[in-house]
């Protein structure tokens, strides 16, 4: 009998962790399906493959990453690493709670280099279109080699989507934005929060992208900053110099005015107002089409195209945990495809979905949140072979987080956790993350530095 054949769309995180799944397969002796992995980027990582571009990449593609140099860690890297590849085993030592992208990138890229998966990965290869023949039961995929300008078409039993949902920005109109003087951009373009030393800056948003931005901007010698939210304030107890109003009502040259009446003059505007599901290659049937969030409707267990059970998505949903719900995620994903399981009927299928919406809509705070999450994560993992973890313990470290960012959003960086998985405490970073300037990966793991510093009067 032939092979089936399995295309991975996008070799970010979510996409290695699919490759790693099914490689983990075959080194147990399972015979698996012939996979293939379309990379639109010249590299993998997917958002951790940091770009300086903005807009449009060598290619004339949209550039994926909406990751900007200063980028660290925003939670602690306990809560996703991976229960199969800890950091002990890549770094051979403790390291920090909050690494820089750089360094989390290593870590991402070890695991794959390990598994031997590289060759599976087509580079600079951009899905154009994913159709489905309803009666050979098979996909045919379009697709751009852009290297060598040309397109080729295959045919697939099943197909992941593993594209993210973090790239194509959501930019609301705003009266009189048009004419505002200054720079306006969304977060997907921001690349380093240099340039807005000395400047009064507006980031539009209440979420992880104003926040970060916001407190980076600080850091680098923003002269104001100031956020304004839609439906509520972040809440956390603000430098001088950094604080949050009301949504925008207008703009009137380079003055927003805000909803509470109250106005302030701006130098430049950041929208860090999130990002839309788009899935360009699909049909409209067969795309997600759902606000950023826990539970997107249309798939079961988060991952199966409920219409197309074989289509499956990975990393759709809203991110508290990320890495190791991947692989949750993946190791369902190639298990269902593997046929270690039977996939129950549509209308089981549907029941099961309606039951993990129902649970959702009935999570109200945070905690509820991060726990819904766990949850959804132990759900998978308890039906394959991926180790599992003590996720009550990641789910205490998640709290833990966001107790240490209420007391000091500047500082929860340098705060350190054990491991998870390995019990290995985390180093306290050599530098405060305050007066840290260098993100690179080299700096991050100098050992000497401490040497040096500590030696200085
Ligand atoms: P992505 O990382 O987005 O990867 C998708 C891949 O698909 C990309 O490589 C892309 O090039 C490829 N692709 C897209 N379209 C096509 C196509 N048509 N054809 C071929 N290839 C295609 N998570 C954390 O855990 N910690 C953090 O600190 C953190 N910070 C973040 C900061 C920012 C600014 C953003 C945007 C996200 C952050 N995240 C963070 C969440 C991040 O999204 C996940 O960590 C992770 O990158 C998601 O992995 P993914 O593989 O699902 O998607
Ligand atoms: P999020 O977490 O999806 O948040 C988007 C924010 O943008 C959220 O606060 C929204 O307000 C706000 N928003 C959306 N539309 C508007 C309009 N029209 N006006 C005002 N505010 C608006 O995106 P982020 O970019 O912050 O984070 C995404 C990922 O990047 C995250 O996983 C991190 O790891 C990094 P709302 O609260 O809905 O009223």
Redesign the pocket.
């Known amino acids: 009998m032939q092979r089936k054949r399995i295309a991975i769309?996008?070799?970010?995180?979510?996409?290695?962790?699919a490759l790693r799944a099914f490689k983990s397969a075959e080194r147990g002796g399972t015979d698996v399906p012939d996979v293939v992995c379309?990379?639109?980027?010249d590299d993998?990582?997917?958002?951790?493959?940091f770009s300086w571009r903005t807009g449009t990449d060598r290619y004339g593609e949209p550039v994926?990453?909406?990751?900007?140099r200063n980028?660290?860690?925003?939670?602690p890297k306990e809560?996703?690493e991976f229960a199969e590849y800890t950091f002990d085993q890549h770094f051979g030592r403790p390291i920090s709670s909050y690494p820089p992208?750089e360094v989390?990138w290593d870590y991402i890229n070890g695991r794959a280099v390990e598994s031997d998966v590289k060759d599976a990965v087509l580079f600079a290869?951009?899905?154009?279109r994913v159709e489905f023949d309803s009666e050979s039961e098979r996909f045919t995929v379009t697709?751009d080699d852009l290297r060598h300008k040309a397109t080729i078409t295959e045919v697939f039993d099943e197909v992941i989507v593993?594209?993210?949902?973090?790239?194509f920005p959501n930019v609301p109109d705003f009266e009189g934005i048009g004419t505002f003087p200054g720079e306006v951009i969304h977060?997907?373009e921001f690349r380093g929060a240099e340039r807005f030393a000395g400047q009064r800056l507006l980031l539009i948003g209440g979420s992880?992208?104003a926040e970060?931005i916001g407190i980076q901007s600080h850091k680098m010698g923003a002269r104001q900053v100031t956020m304004s939210y839609r439906t509520q304030p972040q809440g956390f107890a603000w430098p001088d110099g950094v604080d949050e109003v009301p949504e925008v009502a207008r703009f009137d040259g380079s003055v927003a005015h805000f909803v509470d009446g109250t106005s302030r003059e701006f130098d430049a505007v950041v929208l860090c107002t999130g990002?839309l599901h788009h899935y360009?290659?699909l049909p409209h049937e067969s795309r997600i089409d759902s606000p950023n969030n826990l539970y997107p409707d249309g798939l079961y267990r988060g991952v199966t195209w409920q219409k197309n059970p074989r289509l499956h998505y990975?990393?759709?949903q809203d991110?508290w945990f990320?890495?190791n719900m991947?692989d949750a995620q993946a190791w369902f994903v190639r298990d269902l495809i593997l046929g270690r399981f039977a996939l129950p009927d549509a209308d089981e299928r549907q029941a099961h979905i309606d039951e993990w919406k129902s649970a959702y809509a009935e999570v109200a705070t945070d905690e509820a949140a991060v726990r819904f999450q766990a949850d959804y994560i132990r759900d998978l993992i308890e039906q394959t072979d991926y180790p599992m973890f003590d996720l009550d313990e990641v789910v205490a470290t998640f709290l833990a987080w966001k107790a240490d960012k209420k007391v000091d959003i500047l500082t929860y960086r340098d705060k350190a956790y054990p491991s998870v998985m390995t019990g290995t405490m985390a180093t306290v970073h050599h530098t405060a993350w305050m007066d840290e300037l260098d993100d690179s990966r080299e700096r991050y793991l100098s050992t000497q530095l401490d040497a040096d510093e500590a030696s200085e009067p």
Do not use: C
């Open positions: 769309i996008g070799a970010g995180p979510s996409g290695m962790a379309y990379e639109k980027q993998w990582g997917g958002q951790w493959n994926h990453s909406s990751m900007y980028l660290w860690s925003n939670g809560a996703l992208r989390l290869h951009a899905v154009r697709v593993a594209t993210g949902h973090f790239s977060a997907h992880y992208s970060d990002y360009p290659f990975l990393g759709a991110q990320t890495f991947f």
